[in-house]
């Protein structure tokens, strides 16, 4: 197919919004922009297991710990979806590893934080989980079809997540003073950087604009963000607890509930490699890959030997 009459059925596709598959011709910029965006996206779910790992041993409960290395695995199976996807596109997976590694792409900015207590886990399922799913549900109507139907498990998942999330804040605003002081704590330093997950305002992004137009993002940052923030505030009033926000309030006018001015400096900084535990949170990952290149090149090696075999055997 001639590039002219690859433009023009790649702009029917768009049009028609239908799927664009990975045998389609498509624009390199498009090409660019979702392996942009579902590298970080993969990376976000791989490196989002930190956090949450590091209560696997402390959870309090055998249930509860049951449930949370459920939840841990599932991410790294979301991981793997996306970099599969992400595949489809041309780019391996060794790449897209180096380039997470060397600070070249990036992953949200809501891992860098640390989980302190218990309740953190919690608020990182309702909150940050909550988050994902108004993004991700989104998703499921991107244009380009191993990303679209990579996100229909995925969403599946994510709602166990947030759900398992809201049960332990559940639990603990029903428990003692100091129980329910931890899940107030942990919303006050969840709260903000959930926020930010839906990342700046579309005027100021370099991306927003030509990813609506491609349909690879389907609804605005701020939109996203407007819809996690009125079905999140009422959750947090049936538990009783406080939104970290003095400007805080209902709009009768327009049924939404409207926020302060979110910290951007903070934003920014995190991004930029300068958030809580940004360099802990790199450094544990490549000791990962670099621990398990064993297991990669010994699995390499007895696919190649199974070729030959087979080959021979021909």
């Known amino acids: 197919m001639s590039e ?32 942009r965006q579902m590298a970080q996206h993969a990376h976000s779910e791989v490196i989002g297991m930190q956090p949450e790992a590091n209560w696997i041993t402390r959870a309090p409960t055998l249930m509860r710990k049951a449930i949370l290395i459920a939840k841990v695995q599932d991410e790294a199976g979301h991981g793997l979806y996306l970099y599969s996807a992400a595949e489809t596109l041309g780019v391996s997976r060794d790449e ?7 600070g070249r792409q990036k992953y949200s900015s809501i891992f860098n934080y640390p989980t302190l207590s218990w309740a953190d886990v919690g608020a990182i399922g309702w909150l940050v989980d909550g988050a994902a799913i108004v993004n991700q549900i989104v998703l499921q109507g991107t244009s380009y079809g191993p990303y679209s139907r990579a996100m229909v498990k995925i969403c599946k998942e994510e709602s166990f997540h947030a759900r398992q999330g809201y049960s332990i804040m559940m639990a603990l605003v ?10 107030q704590d942990a919303i006050d330093r969840w709260w903000w950087p959930a926020l930010m ?5 579309d005027a100021e992004s370099s991306h927003s604009e030509r990813s609506m137009a491609w349909k690879i993002k389907r609804i605005k940052n701020d939109d996203l963000r407007q819809m996690f923030v009125d079905q999140t505030v009422p959750q947090a009033h049936y538990l009783g607890l406080t939104i ?3 400007d805080l309030e209902f709009d009768e006018e327009t049924g939404h509930w409207r926020i302060g001015e979110i910290d951007w400096d903070e934003f920014w900084r995190t991004i930029k490699g300068d958030g809580p ?15 398990g290149r064993w297991v990669r090149e010994a699995a390499t090696e007895y696919a190649r030997k199974q070729r030959a075999r087979l080959g021979k055997s021909a």
């Open 4 to 35: 002219h009459a690859g433009r023009a059925r790649f702009a029917a596709i768009i049009e028609a919004d239908e799927k664009v598959e990975p045998r389609d011709w498509m624009p390199d910029e498009y090409r660019a922009n979702l392996i």
């Open 96 to 102: 897209l590893q180096e380039m997470l590694h060397s």
């Open 174 to 183: 029903e428990g003692s003073d100091e129980q329910k002081a931890m899940a």
């Open 197 to 201: 997950m839906f990342g700046p305002h």
């Open 244 to 246: 970290p926000d003095p």
């Open 277 to 291: 535990l940004n360099r802990e949170r790199i450094a544990h990952k490549v000791k990962a890959w670099e621990d």
